[in-house]
């Protein structure tokens, strides 16, 4: 995989940097979560007091949802806080993601 940062060709240079950076990511981050099993998607760590991977890739996929809202100069819209969020929960930790298959959350990033 070749990483240049290089958005499409009717992008502004500043938009398609990041619109490369969310691409990019996203390949990463499927190359790096391939053959994953649930278990190991929802694997939180010795006592259960870690992030698991799952919900570390809906966080990442939330902070880019709302970069590209703000890169459009939008508000990120109620029905995707609601459906993705939030950011962090009442207890300021990830919020909790558990079941949710790799091929769903990767699809939805």
Same mark, same amino acid.
């Given at each position: 995989?070749? +990483? *240049? ?7 502004s240079p500043?938009? /398609?940097?990041? +619109? ?13 979560? *391939?053959?994953?099993?649930?278990? $190991?998607?929802? +694997?939180?760590?010795p006592n ?13 996929? +939330? ?9 459009? /100069? ?14 962090? *929960? ?8 558990k079941g $949710? ?9």
């Open positions: 995989m070749f +990483y *240049d940062l290089k958005g499409e060709a009717n992008m500043n938009v /398609g940097m990041l +619109y490369s950076t969310v691409k990019e990511n996203s390949q990463r981050l499927q190359l790096i979560t *391939d053959g994953m099993s649930q278990e $190991e998607v929802d +694997y939180k760590g259960n007091k870690f992030n698991s991977t799952a919900q570390l890739i809906r966080h990442i996929m +939330y902070v880019d949802l709302n970069w590209v809202y703000r890169i459009k /100069g939008q508000s990120l819209p109620d029905y995707l806080v609601e459906q993705y969020g939030p950011m962090i *929960d009442v207890n300021n930790r990830l919020p909790v993601v $949710e298959s790799l091929s769903k959350l990767i699809s939805e990033h």
